[in-house]
């Protein structure tokens, strides 16, 4: 993981959780932008340096052998990224695709002490009855890799916790569209708007 400093007091610190890509400079520009408002930033690497460009190869890196589960990279990842920061700083996920379910994942336990979630184009079923985290979810107008039953399911759930959620569509776009190295889906407006409200919704979750 890549951590990324804040030039002023932190507000809080966020770990960021590429989609299937890999670590792309898109995640790098995102995560920067973060850092620039003011949030100790981490960058997970769940492909160790490994980026793909085609579907296939995205495929693959996902499904390799690991020496080390991805659940306990991003575990170690949110324990580095609390010792880079104040130990006293609320901790937040902003996962994309892929990285969006084990931003899922990770906020249903409360083990990590997650007080904020972002979710881009991403749903994941289970419980949050446990769950310590407030919820920000972006999704594309069409998206083929997001079921709707998967976003309804996620979200009578989330509905029968205490999580505060908020979700935002973004028409005209599809799955990817905030990432700019995905040059066919990237909208550039929608992923600043979406970029906006982030900031916007960590200062609030975590700040305070």
Known sequence: MQVLETPNRPLGAVLIIHSWWGLTDSFRQYGNALAAAGFVT??????????????AQARALRGRPRRTPMYK???????????????DLKVGVVGFSMGGHWAVWLSQRPEYGISATVLYYAARGGSFDQSQADILAHFAEKDDWVPPNARKNM??????????YQSHHYP?????????????????PSARQALERDIEFLRATLAS
């Open 172 to 188: 005209g776009t599809t799955h990817w569209f905030a990432e700019s190295d995905r040059s066919a889906e990237f909208d550039a």
């Open 155 to 164: 979200e009578r759930a989330i509905s029968k916790s205490s999580c505060a």
């Open 42 to 55: 981490g960058l997970a690497d769940l492909f160790d340096g490994r980026v793909a460009k085609t579907v």
């Open 73 to 87: 990279s991003l575990a170690a990842d949110i324990g580095a990224l609390r010792c880079a920061g104040r130990g």
